[in-house]
């Protein structure tokens, strides 16, 4: 069941320990992939189990005591590939919407999900054009990082509490990540379509942008806010098609009132931009 589930968590773009959601939700996934034998390659199986996983880590339904939910997983979720009704955890891992703004560290497993769900989904690295595989992954040094990079927010006055959280964070390469810098869009945007030989150009860098779940002509006009705002309706969007659930952009978070602040996450975790993150950012 472990060895299956190293191969599930591969499949679902989570490559690293420190990027794992809920250490403790292997337990329940290792136990059915033991339980539902070879079914568990089957495509419909698959998508089953990629929905209840994503269904307990932005529903944050590992985030407290949850032997209790391990057994009901153990029980449910293979009568659900079998043909039985949705598992509880399927049943109740909502996405609150107030989320997404309060985000802005590895402490959050919805973090971490969002990081891996973008990847999963197709997101290319902007320099390359590359997917984010296993091996681009570790050969290229993906990690999050900012798109307004801080440097630039902290000296235009924004709000801290947006432009460190994940509405303003994506998957990249070390290397793409340098070039970026402190700068600007529409300055490192330049950079970036002028790269390779020939040039990326800008209609194939606007798709590569547009995978990370982002309107181009907001990033290219730096305007800040409204690209905020847009990114968060396309993230909410993204978790919906994975949890299976209809979300929406909160009322009050839209009126720039202060989100809840996150739940208490019981797993041992990494701070964001650890090692090289921004501080290699700001220094270039």
Request: charged share 30%.
């Amino acid at each position: 069941g472990f060895r299956r589930a190293v191969r599930v968590l591969r499949q679902l773009h989570i490559f690293r320990a420190v990027d794992l959601p809920y250490q403790t939700q292997i337990v329940p996934l290792a136990a059915i992939l033991a339980v539902i034998g070879e079914r568990w390659e089957q495509a419909a199986a698959r998508a089953k189990l990629a929905r209840w996983y994503w269904c307990g880590v932005f529903g944050e339904l590992y985030s407290s005591a949850s032997e209790s939910r391990f057994a009901k997983d153990i029980i449910e979720v293979p009568a659900w590939i079998a043909g039985g009704g949705e598992p509880s955890t399927v049943t109740e891992g909502v996405f609150r919407i107030e989320r997404l703004r309060a985000m802005r560290t590895r402490l959050s497993a919805a973090y971490k999900g969002v990081h891996a769900l973008l990847m999963a989904e197709g997101a290319r690295d902007w320099r390359t054009g590359q997917p984010f595989n296993d091996t681009v992954f570790f050969d290229e040094d993906v990690d999050v990082h900012h798109i307004f990079p801080k440097k630039w927010c902290a000296t235009a006055g924004k709000d801290m509490r947006l432009y460190d959280s994940i509405l303003n964070k994506t998957p990249l390469s070390y290397r793409t990540n340098r070039i970026i810098g402190g700068h600007a869009p529409s300055i490192y945007l330049a950079k970036l379509e002028a790269e390779g030989s020939p040039p990326i150009g800008r209609t194939a860098l606007d798709a590569f942008l547009a995978e990370h779940q982002m309107d181009p002509a907001l990033l290219r006009a730096d305007d800040f806010e409204r690209f905020i705002a847009d990114r968060e309706k396309r993230l909410l969007a993204l978790i919906a098609r994975a949890t299976g659930h209809r979300v929406e952009s909160d009322p009050a978070a839209e009126e720039g009132e202060e989100p809840e602040d996150q739940p208490p996450d019981l797993e041992a975790a990494v701070p964001e931009d650890d090692v090289r993150g921004d501080d290699a950012q700001e220094a270039a």
